[in-house]
């Protein structure tokens, strides 16, 4: 038993995970063959074979789980004593958390809403252009890589240094700010500008994802519309508008409400960029910080909820449209 | 122009059918139509490759930073390395010797089964919900896609008084069963509406030869599979590899991934770019080279997935 659970030597760890994968190959196995006898075996327990062991994970890892923070988040801090709505009102009515919830506004609205312009503007700007593929790689690069990394990259932008005789700043953005003459600023410390410059950091990740799903969809407007609206001497600007936009709302919609959503629970780059101080905390982050540094589970739970609250109709209305779009086809 | 209807579908709705028959003509044509029309100012262009360079240099920056000498990137600006040349690869080995190495080491460890394991539950479960009747069957694969929307914050806690419970907290174990729990709702979802538009003719003909389940499984639709299957892997081993949220919450000690240990160094060594800005490209090396090794299927699986959050 010890042997599973204390890997500590990297020989250990890497044949432990050949264990786990082929203990995983075994069992599935087993299942399998028990149930491949057409004749003999019911459907039921055919299907119980395939679809009962996600079935039984899910309800494990998901159902459970969720119901259970839904308790909790009516209980007191250490989850002895039940304390009814106290905790969703503190949300809603406590200083420090009224700016949690401020910020989160601010990331949901803004970083949808511009990372979208941007991918839709650039993708319409590098259609059809030399060097559309290397240019949309790069931009598309961000996406890979880990709210870890993506967070330093860009404490390394904002990087200060005290403004003093023979200091020099490393940090690029002051740098810049030095050479037009200007004192350099401690971006990531002063309330309520360093929100937006961690807003900007969700925006490089995610302006991306959104250019390449509507680049895309841009690319498979019907030729003969195009042609059409050329025909007519229609400008660019108009074919952007009349044209491009209308032809690929669907793409839009799809896009916005899945950028909302990662925004919502957005919580890797404010840990690394500010740690979630000098009020930059949103409810992804504030969730953490109060169940496991302040061990404050109650509250922690009833920000878990709200969460999960808040995505509902986000993805609600993104099924709705995309059954809509359906129809239309 | 069926290549560009398909893509529109893969945005809406996700198929198979990217690789089906009129793909090259339409790849001729697109090519010919691209030729004709090409934007005639190249300024467009120069527009867009400038913003595209705007977009790499904070990334530059870092990278140069971690192959500058310690001293240097205390002194100046990561700029300046253009005019004093002059590197080493000493940070990496700084930071391998910190122990971001066994980190990598836990991060490989962690990510493997996570994306195999989570595939292969979501497969069978896919089928069975694809080419099973059975009673039910609609209400339930709705009851998985609903699952989609719980967002991990609300499972960790429990989750983690219940890995307590069974004493296998702090252990791969916890870290391969959330990300597998976790992963099973999009991918059983992705890889149903995939396997739902495999040819019913393929599967009828192989059952009336007498195949059970198990047989059509692995010799008909698997086989087909292999693309869909490649799309949905990218997409749960970056999510995996990059995840910072799950491994803060489950993997301690000996499991430590490299997200958690350099959000850790981030935090405990405020200033010390000599091993942040190393660490990070440890961290990005892998998910990178998979992203421009398998853009292709990356691409695809994100059209796919554009649902999830």
């Not at chain 1, 786990?20 to 074979?49: H, S, Y």
């Not at chain 1, 789980?65 to 709505?85: I, M, Q």
């Not at chain 2, 219940?162 to 959330?178: A, E």
Request: glycine letters at 6%; proline letters at 5%; hydrophobic letters at 55%.
């Amino acid at each position: 038993m010890d042997w599973l659970l204390d890997a500590d030597s990297t020989a250990h760890k890497l044949a432990l995970m050949v264990v786990a994968v082929l203990a995983f190959v075994v069992v599935m196995g087993v299942i399998l063959f028990a149930v491949d006898k057409p004749k003999r075996v019911p459907t039921w327990l055919v299907v119980a074979g395939f679809v009962g062991p996600a079935l039984l994970l899910v309800t494990i890892g998901l159902v459970y789980p969720a119901l259970n923070t839904l308790w909790l988040s009516l209980k007191s801090p250490d989850g002895s004593s039940f304390v009814g709505l106290d905790n969703y009102q503190q949300v809603f009515t406590s200083d420090n958390l009224q700016l949690v919830l401020r910020n989160t506004v601010l990331w949901v609205v803004l970083v949808p809403l511009i990372s979208t312009a941007f991918g839709l503007i650039y993708a319409y700007l590098v259609d059809r252009t030399r060097f559309e593929s290397l240019a949309k790689a790069l931009i598309f690069l961000p996406m890979a890589i880990s709210g870890v990394a993506a967070g330093l990259i860009w404490r390394f932008v904002y990087e200060y240094r005290p403004d003093q005789p023979g200091i020099e700043q490393i940090g690029l953005l002051n740098q810049l700010l030095v050479w037009l003459g200007l004192e350099p600023y401690q971006f990531l410390l002063h309330q309520p500008w360093n929100t937006f410059f961690l807003i900007v950091v969700m925006i490089w990740i995610n302006a991306g994802f959104a250019m390449t799903v509507l680049s895309a969809s841009i690319k498979a407007i019907s030729d003969d519309i195009v042609e059409a609206a050329r025909l007519d001497g229609a400008s660019s600007f108009q074919m952007f508008r009349s044209v491009t936009v209308p032809s690929i709302r669907p793409a839009l919609v799809v896009v916005l409400t899945t950028v909302a959503i990662s925004t919502l629970k957005v919580f890797d780059i404010v840990y690394v960029m500010t740690g979630g101080q000098f009020g930059t905390s949103v409810v992804a982050s504030e969730f953490y910080s109060q169940s496991f540094r302040q061990f404050n589970q109650g509250l922690g739970a009833a920000l878990a909820v709200l969460l999960f609250v808040l995505v509902i109709p986000i993805i609600v209305y993104n099924v709705r449209q995309m059954r809509l779009a359906e129809e239309v086809r | 122009m069926s290549g560009q209807t398909d893509t529109s579908r893969v945005v809406t709705n996700p198929t198979g059918e990217i690789e089906s028959r009129p793909r090259k003509l339409s790849r001729a044509e697109k090519r010919a139509i691209a030729a004709k029309n090409r934007l005639s100012s190249p300024a467009a262009s120069v527009i867009a490759l400038l913003i595209a360079a705007l977009w790499t240099v904070p990334t530059l920056g870092l990278l140069i930073t971690s192959f500058r000498v310690e001293s240097d990137i205390q002194t100046d600006g990561w700029w300046n390395a253009f005019a004093r040349p002059l590197f080493t690869g000493y940070n990496y080995v700084s930071a391998l010797e910190t122990g971001l190495g066994d980190n990598f080491v836990n991060t490989l460890v962690i990510t493997i089964p996570a994306v195999v394991i989570p595939i292969t539950l979501a497969l069978l479960a896919a089928y069975a919900f694809a080419w099973i009747p059975f009673r039910g069957r609609e209400l339930l694969f709705v009851a998985v896609f609903a699952l989609q929307v719980v967002p991990l914050q609300v499972t960790l806690i429990p989750l983690l008084s219940l890995y307590v419970d069974l004493g296998i907290d702090g252990s791969f174990w916890t870290v391969w069963l959330s990300h597998t729990m976790f992963g099973l709702p999009l991918a059983i979802f992705l890889l149903h509406n995939f396997m739902k538009d495999v040819p019913a003719s393929l599967v009828e003909a192989a059952r009336m030869d007498g195949a059970g389940h198990v047989t059509v499984f692995f010799k008909v639709l698997l086989p087909l599979l292999v693309p869909a299957i490649a799309a949905f892997g990218v997409f749960q081993f970056l999510w995996v590899w990059n995840d910072l949220l799950i491994a803060l919450t489950f993997a301690g000690g000996d499991a430590t991934p490299l997200t958690s240990a350099i959000a850790d160094l981030a935090g405990t060594r405020n200033n010390a770019w000599y091993l942040l800005a190393p660490g990070a490209f440890l961290a990005m090396a892998v998910p990178l080279a998979v992203f421009l090794g398998l853009q292709r299927f990356f691409v695809r699986g994100l059209l796919a997935g554009s649902v999830k959050g």
